[in-house]
């Protein structure tokens, strides 16, 4: 620790929440990421937007250390990954979550695995649901909830350790209309209160739009940064945000950059 | 007629249905035992092969409450017992163990599928030289079949472990052994308790072969073959049905045990 904080210059909090360099990452010699550099605004949240199969999954697993990269450094708020706390949600809850635990358990479980003693491990949970008005009996197991109420069960897990960062991988594909509606709103809303930086895979324009700071567009294989489109409407962004012009324009322009890109 | 009594003799006609419903398996049952009793009253196959099934129930029944039969009932039920809690204390373990490593697992496939594709009874010669014809002979062949579905079924359970799952204990910090002890350990047991409930299947079977052919004081296998052998049919007769009811209650209470236990299994 001591040795670390002589060895990194600690002149000011860094500015990027992520930050990527050089990154290279080939698939069975076909190459995906060829030198894929990324600097992400610190107290963002950033969705990541692009056409099927360039890696947007990939790049926010390499960033968050699940799979390994060939070459480049991946730095979280200046920190090599293994030393950051994130936070993670996975796309299909129903294949993240621990059927065999209750849904209490399964949000407990970050905190337990870090060797947490029993009492605090409660406290913090409960102060989490209570944070986020959170009224579903966690006593039950995970499948007995909807679409929706489990993947805000598993975001719950994701936060519950104080990550600063959090994953999430098209958290909204695996539900319908209206649990996206209920997921985005309260997703909204732990973004306000704990102001954690979040990158987002979505595969709807509409999604990487409505929630972003920033939507980062995305090229076919090899993938390369297109665009980071800002959108600066203040928050909480309600269903008029839909239909205010500066929605349209900006979901307008990526999707003219997109479809560029598919002509390409 | 108003709409609330519409809607409550439609509920009464629902529940009768209901129960109409679950009676649908006995409907066999009674043809089974129809079809038998016409048979053994026609003359068509001499009276002496073929009790009616009244007289076979009523064997059983006495045969269970007063005679000889319960005790073979019982011993049968223990031997059975013994070979399935032997297989499973080893079974379980290993198949998990061989499981956890694809290395491990390759290097015995190959003796797995072999053994489990020799029939057990082959092997009993080989087990009465090594272990006599003593009541552990019995056990130990029985218990070795039902050990090779065991090791079997864990290992695929493990080797199966849904991938996202381990990949979510990772990101949360879990180590090897917390990821061995929370996900892939309990992802196994749906497919583990497969392999218990074969196990306990094939355990009865061979027991009831080793009855017979390596020969006891007690047991229902034993008690089958004397019964043909001095032609007492109805006592067979009874001795099969005894045999079956056994193993059929057998696989209901592994199947209500996995899904008390197993609550997730399937959702």
Same mark, same amino acid.
């Given at each position: ?58 790049? /926010? ?204 | ?37 016409? /048979? ?100 130990? /062949? ?7 579905? /065991? ?117």
């Amino acid at each position: 620790m001591t040795r670390d904080a002589v060895l990194t210059p600690t002149i000011a909090p860094p500015e990027h929440f992520i930050s990527v360099q050089g990154l290279c990452k080939s698939f069975a010699g076909q190459p995906l990421y060829e030198d894929f550099n990324l600097d992400l605004p610190n107290n963002q949240l950033v969705s990541v937007f692009g056409p099927n199969g360039c890696g947007k999954s990939t790049l /926010i697993n390499m960033i968050s250390g699940l799979i390994p990269i060939d070459r480049g450094e991946i730095r979280i708020h200046g920190k090599p990954i293994r030393r950051a706390k994130i936070g993670y949600v996975f796309q299909n809850y129903r294949d993240s979550m621990f059927p065999w635990m209750s849904a209490y358990d399964n949000i407990a479980y970050p905190l337990r695995v870090k060797g947490m003693p029993e009492p605090e491990c409660r406290d913090r949970v409960e102060r989490l649901i209570s944070t986020f008005n959170i009224r579903l009996d966690l006593k039950r197991y995970p499948y007995s909830f909807s679409g929706g109420q489990q993947q805000l069960v598993s975001i719950l897990r994701a936060l519950v350790a104080d990550p600063e960062v959090l994953f999430l991988d098209e958290p909204f594909s695996a539900l319908d209309f209206e649990t996206t509606l209920f997921v985005r709103d309260k997703l909204q809303e732990i973004f306000m209160a704990t102001g954690i930086p979040m990158l987002m895979v979505v595969h709807n324009l509409e999604e990487a739009v409505f929630l972003a700071d920033t939507v980062l567009l995305l090229s076919k294989r090899p993938t390369h940064l297109v665009e980071a489109v800002p959108f600066q409407v203040p928050r909480p962004r309600t269903p008029d945000t839909l239909t205010s012009p500066e929605f349209i324009e900006t979901s307008r322009h990526c999707l003219e950059i997109f479809r560029q890109e598919m002509r390409k | 007629m108003t709409a609330s009594s519409v809607r409550s003799s439609n509920r009464i006609q629902k529940f009768s249905l209901a129960r109409a419903d679950q009676l649908l398996p006995l409907i066999g049952v009674l043809a089974l035992f129809g079809v038998w009793w016409l /048979i053994a009253i026609s003359g068509f196959v001499n009276p002496v092969l073929l009790p009616t099934p009244i007289a076979t129930l009523g064997t059983l029944i006495t045969g269970m409450l007063t005679g000889t039969m319960l005790p073979d009932f019982i011993a049968t039920v223990l031997r059975t017992f013994s070979a399935f809690f032997m297989a499973a204390a080893v079974g379980v373990p290993i198949g998990v163990a061989l499981g956890s490593s694809e290395k491990l697992y390759r290097s015995f496939e190959f003796l797995i599928d072999f053994f489990r594709s020799t029939p057990a009874s082959a092997l009993i010669p080989m087990f009465i030289l090594f272990f006599g014809v003593s009541d552990f002979s019995k056990v130990v /062949i029985a218990a070795f079949s039902a050990f090779l579905l /065991i090791v079997f079924n864990s290992a695929y359970g493990v080797i199966n472990a849904k991938q996202s799952r381990i990949l979510a204990a990772k990101v949360m910090g879990a180590n090897r052994w917390r990821v061995f002890k929370d996900v892939l350990l309990l992802e196994s047991l749906p497919q583990t308790f497969i392999g218990l409930r074969s196990g306990i299947s094939i355990s009865l079977v061979i027991v009831i072969v080793a009855e017979m052919f390596i020969g006891t004081e007690q047991g229902l296998g034993k008690r089958i073959i004397d019964a043909q052998q001095v032609l007492n049919v109805k006592d067979m007769y009874a001795s099969i049905l005894i045999t079956g009811i056994l193993g059929y209650f057998l696989n209901m209470l592994f199947l209500l045990v996995e899904k008390r236990f197993i609550h997730w299994s399937g959702k």
